[in-house]
């Protein structure tokens, strides 16, 4: 351990004289992208299928993986929705904290595995409620993704993108559920109750119980490695580096010092957060995702009501387009994967992240969270992102603010234009809002990449506060430097999580359907009790 602290110390010096010689980040740049050019490539890799049309090889993995527990759960991401908001809303609470057994006799053998019945939490494995677990997955998901990366799906794939994009959406709510369920029914407690789950746990100890042990300590190490790059790139560096960028630009700033200044009072901000652990980043997060998100859609609403009269004509397009393709590059099959590609990147479905998350959830019934889970792609994409794909082609009917097929560089500021269009001065709400995003992007990761850092190194205080506190000093590196080929290296550790992700999840699919199953009997029973006149008793628990 203190060897490896030694040659990450060692590896993070150079960033401190770069920062402060700024002229040199091309360099950083250019001798990154050298060593890490052939990963990047490799994840992001663009199988041909004509010389008109490429899909990278991680999509096809990711929607195959959707649709594969689309079909096998029988349509869950459907059936599953009315329960999820019961579950999200409390409805079960009293089943999942003492068990459906305890309360209405049922003798089913209760076959979970971690359930420590001494525990502190209201005599329930896990540290957070099902909205603080679901907020908290949706904190790393919801940002830039949904505000700027819709907007540059548009401007390659048109209109038409927006109808596969709600596709991947509510395809990607299939493989939340089933990773979520796996991230509860594996996940570690320890004797104090703190939680340590995610695909690490359940490549390991699933693919062991199948027979697969060594498959899964191998698969279950490199998505710990992957898990951690990316907390510190994507999750962190990247989001510090736009939030920056972002208030700069707001306060029309002047200089390096403002992006210093912002760096130093933005890692201070979430050190405070994340030192508190999945608690106070489930507090934090249950109260700034709802509102920021609310604000969002909000300002989406008021547009849409105002052009009330386009909204028609714009699913007219939508729809349109999404089967024509008509002049955009790579025409109908570019259009579909603009859409799809959107879609997955942003929820996040099938990369393992989220049931990290959710796994600190409490609850005695693995099941009950991998429903709760799949409310998280659809808010993230089939609500928000298609928000703001509504706003954009809406506003584009009378400004002309974007032209179809060439490709924007800057989504952020088509996105804030076309909110400006109608509400004037909403771009300050967005940069705001983008701040915001990023600060619960980066707590959110910061979690992801201490489960992974911990399960590599050992559990304890140190190991914890040393991995934070590199955690913070990325955040100052990220918004005062050139990232370049730093972001596509650490987006490309993201997306490789899903390659051991996918194997491990297809493989305990019968494991998923277990539990699934499990949790359905217990709300039929309680359902049963109901009807039965026992619910009276339960109350006195």
């Known amino acids: 351990m203190k060897k ?27 001798n990154f992208k050298k060593y890490t050019g052939w990963f990047v490539d490799g994840i992001f890799y663009e199988i041909p299928f004509s010389e008109s049309f490429q899909i990278p090889w991680v999509l096809i993995v990711l929607i195959g993986g959707a649709l594969y527990f689309t079909i096998y759960f029988k349509l869950i991401n459907l059936t599953g ?27 089913t053998p209760n076959e979970q595995e971690n359930l420590i019945e001494t525990i502190r939490d209201d005599s329930a494995d896990g540290e957070v409620s099902h909205f603080q677990a679901l907020t908290a997955a949706l904190s790393a998901t919801v940002g830039l993704g949904n505000i700027a990366g819709v907007a540059v799906a548009l401007s390659i794939g048109g209109p038409g993108a927006t109808f596969w994009m709600i596709l991947a959406g509510i395809l990607g ?22 939680v340590y789950g995610g695909p690490m746990y359940y490549l390991k100890k699933g693919l062991a119980q199948k027979g697969m042990g060594g498959l899964g ?75 920021m998100a609310g604000i969002y859609v909000l300002g989406a609403l008021i ?11 714009a699913f007219a397009l939508i729809f349109e387009g999404a089967f024509s393709g008509l002049g955009i590059a790579g025409g109908l099959v570019g259009v579909m994967i603009q859409g799809i590609r959107r879609g997955a990147f942003s929820n996040e479905a099938g990369v393992g992240s989220a049931a990290i998350a959710h796994s600190a959830v409490r609850t005695k019934y693995p099941a009950s969270e991998g429903i709760v889970a799949l409310l998280e792609p659809f808010i993230d994409t089939v609500v928000i992102c298609t928000m703001t794909a509504l706003v954009i082609v809406i506003t584009n009917f009378d400004n002309n603010i974007i032209q179809y097929g060439v490709e924007v560089k800057e989504g952020v500021e088509l996105t804030a234009t076309a909110f400006d269009s ?23 990761w910061s979690y992801y990449g201490m489960q992974g850092w911990v399960y590599l190194f050992g559990r304890g205080k140190v190991t914890e506060l040393v991995y934070k506190l590199l955690f913070c000093i990325f955040i100052w590196i990220g918004s005062v430097i050139s990232l370049g080929s730093v972001i596509n290296f650490s987006d490309a550790m993201i997306f490789a999580m899903v390659v051991p992700n996918i194997i491990g999840v297809v493989l305990l699919t019968p494991v998923v359907r277990k539990e699934l199953n499990r949790y359905m009997k217990a709300i039929k029973i309680k359902h049963q009790a109901i009807d039965d006149g026992l619910e009276d008793m339960s109350k006195h628990l």
Not at 85 to 93: I, R, S, T
Not at 173 to 194: H, Q
Not at 255 to 281: D, E, L, P, Y
Not at 306 to 311: D, L, M, Q
Request: aromatic fraction near 14%.
């Open 303 to 313: 547009i849409l009501i105002a052009n009330y009269n386009h909204i028609g004509e």
């Open 217 to 291: 300590k191998v698969l279950a190490v490199i998505f710990a490695i992957f898990v951690i790059g990316g907390s510190f790139g994507g999750g962190n560096m990247f989001q510090a580096n736009q939030a920056a960028a972002q208030f700069v630009q707001l306060f029309d700033l002047q200089g390096t010092s403002a992006s210093i200044w912002f760096g130093i009072v933005m890692a201070i901000i979430v050190a405070f957060v994340i030192i508190g652990g999945i608690k106070r980043i489930a507090k934090v997060t249950e109260k700034i995702v709802p509102f």
């Open 422 to 444: 109608v509400i004037p001065h909403f771009s300050i709400v967005l940069t705001i809002a983008v701040i915001m995003f990023a600060f619960s992007t980066m707590i959110s």
């Open 4 to 30: 490896f602290l030694l040659s990450l110390i060692t590896f993070i010096i150079p960033f401190f004289t770069f920062a402060q010689e700024l002229s040199t980040s091309e360099r950083i740049d250019l």
């Open 173 to 194: 709510m299939a493989s939340k559920f089933a990773e979520c369920t796996l991230g509860v029914k594996f996940r570690d407690v320890g004797p104090d109750g703190t």
């Open 81 to 107: 929705f009315y329960t999820a908001v019961k579950v999200v809303m409390g409805k079960y609470e009293d089943i999942e904290k003492h068990g459906v057994d305890t309360l209405y006799g049922d003798v």
